[in-house]
């Protein structure tokens, strides 16, 4: 069975801290690895990760993957307050029956 | 765009009655998802459609549910007797390809009593 493990489960730090969650994954036929935010309503879309080793940055985020070890790592460096969401996990999978496989998340609190 | 639109946004019922939610999808995405998120299980997917047509059902909790996509712009999710472990936040997402980003409408929070 598919699954997608992500750790800790939830985390509280200080304004200025880094970050880093972890997501590990068993996934057949395993296309991607995708890492959404979310807040208090939908998920958003932050990466979507297909190579091993390079890394993807979207302003103080930046996350990348390894397909050996199957796990992939989200930092966020000098957060803010507004970075408190869950962060969540998922593997795409490919071929006949195609899917995301998400984790429960890491619920990530940044306190002033 | 307006993005994928759900209704109703909060719907409170009764053990036994049927419920129904709906999903209008991002114009031009040919694949839809439905997706049910609870504290215990997380975000499950449920049933995905392409262009219209049912392709993976396997996560449907049983025959209680039912989805369908009469058109490319608009499905619905059926739980027909409902019952207070149905209770979740049932997301809709669409997007153009398989393998692209899902775009998640806003959810409908669902709570049976």
């Known amino acids: 069975e598919d699954k997608v493990v992500q750790s800790p489960l939830s985390l509280v730090v200080h304004e200025g801290d880094t970050v880093t969650l972890n997501c590990s994954y068993e996934?057949?036929?395993?296309?991607?690895l995708l890492w959404y935010k979310q807040e208090k309503k939908a998920p958003t879309f932050l990466f979507m990760l297909?190579?091993?080793?390079i890394e993807k940055k979207s302003g103080r985020l930046s996350s990348i993957l390894d397909k050996k070890e199957l796990f992939s790592i989200l930092n966020i460096t000098a957060t803010q307050t507004g970075d408190s969401a869950v962060y969540l996990c998922?593997?795409?999978?490919?071929?006949?029956?195609?899917?995301?496989?998400f984790g429960k998340g890491t619920k990530l609190t940044v306190n002033p | 765009d307006a993005g994928v639109i759900q209704s109703p946004r909060h719907e409170v019922t009764e053990m036994g009655q049927e419920v129904t939610l709906r999903c209008k999808p991002i114009?031009?995405?040919?694949?839809l998802f439905w997706y049910r998120q609870t504290m215990m299980r997380g975000l499950e997917l449920l049933i995905y459609?392409?262009?219209?047509?049912?392709?993976?059902d396997s996560g449907m909790p049983e025959d209680r549910f039912s989805a369908k996509m009469p058109n490319a712009s608009f499905s619905t999710l059926k739980i027909q007797p409902s019952e207070p472990r149905d209770s979740a936040v049932y997301f809709c997402?669409?997007?153009?390809?398989?393998?692209?980003?899902?775009?998640f409408g806003p959810g409908t929070r669902l709570t049976v009593l």
């Open positions: 997402a669409s997007t153009e390809q398989l393998a692209g980003t899902q775009y």
């Open positions: 996934v057949t036929n395993f296309r991607s």
């Open positions: 297909t190579s091993s080793g």
């Open positions: 998922a593997g795409a999978t490919q071929g006949g029956s195609e899917k995301l496989v």
């Open positions: 114009s031009g995405h040919d694949y």
């Open positions: 459609f392409n262009n219209n047509v049912p392709i993976d």
